[in-house]
C-alpha cells in the first residue's frame, strides 16, 4: 500500500514537470479555458486577473511556519538565509498506537529484549541558503548539524547513554514556479514544484560506549542515510488580505543501499497550514503535519551490539524491521517580520507542537515534543 502511494506521488509530480517542459497543449488549452471564465467573470465586477509567476514579500506569513523547507520561492537575485534550531523529544516506547513501558520490553515474559531506550533527544542546527536564479527557479541548499542522545534500560536494571553528533546530509533542492494567479476578490493562488537530492554526507558508520564497550550505534543514532536520496514535492499557497494558507507534499526516495548494505525506508510527509496577519509585523500560523516513513531494506552486519544473541533480539533499535510509522503533528506558531536594517528583511518563527496520533512498528520511541525556531534575513 506504501509503495503504490509512493508511485502514485512521484507519477504526479513528474506529471506536472512535464506539464512545466510546455508541450503539453491539453493543460493550457485547459489552462487558459479556466483562465477566459475566470476573467469574464472578475471582468463584470471590475477586475483584472494577474496571471505569471510573482510573489510578495514584505508580510509576517509571506513565508510559511518555520519547522517547514522549500514552501516558498524567490524572486530573480534574491537571497535569504536561514538559521534554524530544531529540537524533537522521544520519550517512552510504543508498539503500534499503544504505549509500553521500559520495564515490559525488558522482561523476559514481556517484549523479551535484553536492553531498550528510554528516552532520546535530537537536536539539530540546520543551516540553509536561497536564490532566485531567475522568476522561475528558486535554488536551494541545507546543512544540518545533528546532535543524539539517547538513554537505556537494560534488563537487569541498570541505566546507559549513548551519543553521536556531526553533519547529516546536505541537501540541494530547486523549486519551480508552476503558475500563480490574483484578484482583489478571490486572493492569490500560487504552485510550485519542489525537487532535490539528499547527499550522503552524514555518518551512518557512528559508535559510542555501550554497556558492553564501545560499538557501532543502532540505526536511529545515525545522522545520514548512505545513500542519494530524491526528493519531489508540490507546493500550494494561498493568500487573501491578511490570511494566508497552504499544503506543501514532499517525498523521499532512496536510491540503491548504503555501502553498510541497507537502505533507510521511503517517506513521505503532507503539510495543510493557515496562518493570519494580527498587525504588519506579526502572524500566527497552525500546522498539521501528517508523515509517513517505511522500513529498511538489508541490514548493517556491523550494528551487533552482543556477540552472540540476535541484534533484533537484543534492542528493537538494532531491527531494521522496527523502524516504520506514522505521525500526524498538530504545530502552533508565530512568524515576526522586522523592520528593515541595511536592507536586510529578518523574519523571526518559532513553532512547537505535538503528535496527536502515531503509529509504530515497535516497540520504538514516541515523539512526544517538538520545538523549531529560525532566523531568516532576505537580501
Ligand atoms: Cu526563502
Request: contains cysteine; proline residues 5%; charged residues 20%.
Amino acid at each position: 500500500m506504501k509503495k503504490v502511494l509512493m508511485t502514485l506521488f512521484v507519477c504526479g509530480v513528474m506529471i506536472i514537470g512535464s506539464w512545466q517542459s510546455g508541450d503539453a497543449a491539453l493543460l493550457d488549452g485547459l489552462l487558459s479555458g479556466v483562465e477566459d471564465s475566470l476573467g469574464d467573470r472578475l471582468a463584470k465586477k471590475g477586475e483584472k486577473l494577474k496571471v505569471g509567476n510573482f510573489y510578495t514579500s514584505e508580510k509576517p506569513n509571506a513565508h510559511g511556519p518555520i519547522g517547514m523547507m522549500g514552501d516558498h520561492t524567490h524572486d530573480k537575485g534574491e537571497f535569504m538565509f536561514t538559521y534554524r534550531y530544531m529540537n524533537m523529544d522521544m520519550d517512552g516506547n510504543r508498539d503500534g498506537t499503544d504505549n509500553v513501558s521500559a520495564r515490559d520490553i525488558v522482561s523476559p515474559t514481556g517484549g523479551g529484549f535484553n536492553v531498550t531506550p528510554t528516552d532520546m533527544r535530537m537536536q539539530m542546527h540546520m543551516f540553509s541558503g536561497m536564490y532566485g536564479v531567475n522568476d522561475t527557479l528558486t535554488v536551494m541548499v541545507m546543512v544540518p548539524y545533528i546532535i543524539n542522545s539517547m538513554n537505556h534500560l537494560t534488563r537487569m536494571g541498570a541505566k546507559f547513554k549513548t551519543e553521536s553528533e556531526g553533519v547529516g546530509d546536505v541537501k540541494l533542492t530547486s523549486l519551480w514556479r508552476l503558475y500563480a494567479f490574483e484578484a482583489p476578490s478571490i486572493g492569490a493562488h500560487r504552485f510550485h514544484l519542489n525537487f532535490g537530492l539528499s547527499l550522503p554526507t552524514g555518518s551512518f558508520k557512528k559508535k559510542d560506549d555501550t554497556s558492553l564497550g564501545r560499538a557501532r550505534l543502532p540505526y536511529p543514532m545515525q545522522l545520514g542515510s548512505g545513500t542519494v536520496d530524491v526528493l519531489p514535492g508540490l507546493t500550494y499557497g494561498g493568500e487573501m488580505g491578511d490570511a494566508a494558507w497552504g499544503f506543501l507534499a514532499l517525498g523521499t526516495i532512496r536510491i540503491g543501499r548504503n555501502t553498510a548494505g541497507y537502505s533507510k525506508g521511503n517517506a513521505y510527509q503532507l503539510n495543510l497550514f493557515g496562518s493570519y496577519a494580527w498587525t504588519r509585523w506579526v502572524s500566527t500560523s497552525l500546522r498539521f503535519n501528517w508523515s509517513d516513513w517505511g522500513n529498511y531494506d538489508g541490514r548493517d552486519t556491523d550494528i551487533r551490539p552482543h556477540p552472540v544473541i540476535a541484534p533484533e533480539d537484543f534492542i528493537s533499535t538494532a531491527d531494521p524491521n522496527r523502524r516504520a510509522g506514522e505521525r500526524l503533528d498538530l504545530l502552533p506558531g508565530i512568524n515576526l517580520l522586522f523592520p528593515e536594517i541595511w536592507g536586510l528583511e529578518n523574519h523571526i518563527g518559532v513553532e512547537g507542537g505535538v503528535p496527536i496520533y502515531q503509529n509504530l512498528d515497535g516497540p520504538q520511541l514516541e515523539t512526544d515534543w517538538i520545538f523549531n525556531v529560525g532566523w531568516q534575513v532576505v537580501y
